[in-house]
């Protein structure tokens, strides 16, 4: 969907679970350079290259790839689109989730527990050998290595300027990021749009909900128009007061 001048918010349906799920990377742009901003599920990688074609930009543009944070569904096509590339990709992200994305560490939410959960949850009509791949792509998550890492206070010189937003709590590292020329937030999983409407980060996938809740205090510095939530999508109406009550109910 085309959000407005070198910012298009992609839509990337895949099958999980048993069923489909849809999320919203968002892709910047000027007339040197693009940056992606998360790659979704392992294997969507042919969907990224699609939905960057017919935002009408060459995948060979894109000379960035930025991580807002380590889960499995940011992270899962990294090592793909890298590996596709004809040209050097950078990849960015913040220096706390660094050591989980290169693999050093396991995933902070892929503990015995969650893996045994999940399990535990998959449908029973799946086949036991997509059963199995499941498992094992939880357990040896995707890596890649990350080029430069970012702390928060950055501004990036792509697209009309993008500032990083350090905002801790669905992860210790997450990053939201505000894209300047045309006054949109990318909320990365600090926020989510659930039935039409804006609300706080899913509680049962974030481990640190009162510092989620005090994170969005830090988006009352920026003049919003629209957010891109990568679960639900975009929301557009009046979204700064929205923030600020959901920041306010955390207090």
């Not at 693009?34 to 599920?41: E, H, M, N, W, Y």
């Not at 950078?90 to 527990?113: C, F, S």
């Not at 937030?185 to 749009?193: E, G, K, N, P, S």
Request: aromatic content about 6%; hydrophobic content about 45%; charged content about 20%.
């Amino acid at each position: 969907m085309h959000i407005a001048k070198g910012i298009e918010m992609l839509e990337i349906s895949v099958p999980v679970m048993g069923g489909t799920d849809t999320f919203y990377p968002t892709l910047i742009w000027d007339e040197e350079e693009a940056v992606l901003i998360d790659t979704g599920v392992p294997g969507s990688a042919q969907k990224f290259k699609e939905a960057t074609a017919a935002a009408s930009v060459p995948w060979n543009l894109v000379r960035t790839i930025l991580i807002t944070h380590q889960d499995i569904d940011h992270i899962g096509s990294l090592p793909a689109l890298l590996e596709q590339s004809e040209s050097k990709i950078t990849v960015l992200a913040h220096e706390i989730e660094r050591p989980y994305i290169e693999g050093k560490q396991m995933l902070l939410k892929h503990t015995p527990e969650a893996l045994a959960a999940a399990e535990a949850m998959l449908p029973k009509n799946i086949s036991e050998e997509w059963k199995r791949a499941f498992l094992h792509v939880l357990a040896h998550p995707p890596r890649a290595g990350v080029d430069r890492t970012l702390t928060g206070g950055e501004v990036l010189p792509i697209g009309g300027g993008i500032a990083v937003i350090h905002t801790p709590g669905h992860s210790p590292g997450h990053l939201s990021l505000y894209h300047q020329a045309s006054r949109t937030l990318i909320a990365a999983d600090a926020l989510t749009v659930r039935g039409g409407e804006l609300c706080g980060p899913d509680a049962a996938a974030t481990p640190d909900m009162a510092e989620a809740l005090q994170s969005l205090h830090k988006f009352a510095a920026f003049e919003i128009d629209q957010v891109i939530c990568y679960h639900g999508g975009l929301f557009r109406e009046d979204v700064n007061r929205r923030i600020a009550e959901l920041a306010h109910a955390g207090n």
